[in-house]
């Protein structure tokens, strides 16, 4: 079982719908967890973070996070073409040292 | 601006040669990373440093591969003896050392080895 796991899409919803990233971990230890935004040849870009169970908003993204199943989430209200790119769920824990271990990315196409 | 810094962006060199590449992180930051990348998958962790100490290393990592932070400011991840196979994207991020621990990226270096 890899450590995070991301469906690799890619994931097409129309301009204006709910985009609904999900993402799955192994460790149980973790603690923080991360959403990454990634465009095609740039860097990733961090967008959410999320620290304990629950929702948490930020502007037209939300971020859940259920630790008891080992599952976070991004939601993407309003979906415009330039929220099309990859995004990254990445997981920071007890069993990880510091570092940070990335999914493999779900690739998100907004359709106008 | 006082984001992470990546030299140089992009880097094409021939099989066997060393290729050194620098990262200056966001100046308040005390932990630095690298991550390498290939086309389709996530950031693969390489490396990390607690101000100037390493304190982690992936067990992935060669021997050809090493990093270095002598000041506990900017650091360096050479790769000697290129082969094809090191073409990615290699990928600096920084952090503070208390508080949130929100990692940020700089732009990349893509290496090309032909």
């Known amino acids: 079982q890899k450590e995070v796991e991301q469906n690799s899409g890619p994931l097409s919803v129309p301009e204006g719908a709910i985009a609904s990233l999900n993402c799955t971990y192994s460790d149980r230890g973790s603690q923080s967890f991360f959403w990454y935004r990634q465009y095609s040849g740039k860097s990733p870009e961090l967008i959410m973070s999320i620290y304990s169970n629950g929702d948490k908003e930020d502007g037209r993204f939300t971020a859940q996070l259920n630790k008891a199943s080992q599952y976070v989430s991004l939601l993407i209200r309003d979906s415009q073409p330039s929220d099309s790119a990859t995004y990254l769920c990445a997981v920071n824990g007890r069993n990880y040292g510091q570092n940070f271990v990335f999914g493999p990315g779900t690739r998100l196409s907004v359709l106008p | 601006d006082t984001g992470v810094s990546q030299n140089p962006r992009h880097k094409i060199t021939k099989r066997g040669q060393n290729v050194t590449f620098r990262c200056d992180p966001i100046s308040e930051h005390n932990r630095l990373y690298w991550y390498r990348q290939t086309l389709g998958q996530g950031p693969e962790f390489l490396t990390y440093?607690?101000?100037?100490?390493?304190?982690?290393k992936s067990r992935l990592l060669s021997d050809r591969f090493s990093a270095e932070r002598p000041k506990g400011s900017f650091s360096t991840l050479e790769i000697q003896r290129t082969e094809q196979g090191d073409s990615a994207m290699y990928l600096c991020a920084s952090s503070r050392l208390t508080g949130a621990p929100e990692a940020f990226f700089g732009q990349g270096t893509r290496l090309t080895v032909v």
């Open positions: 440093f607690q101000n100037e100490a390493q304190l982690e």
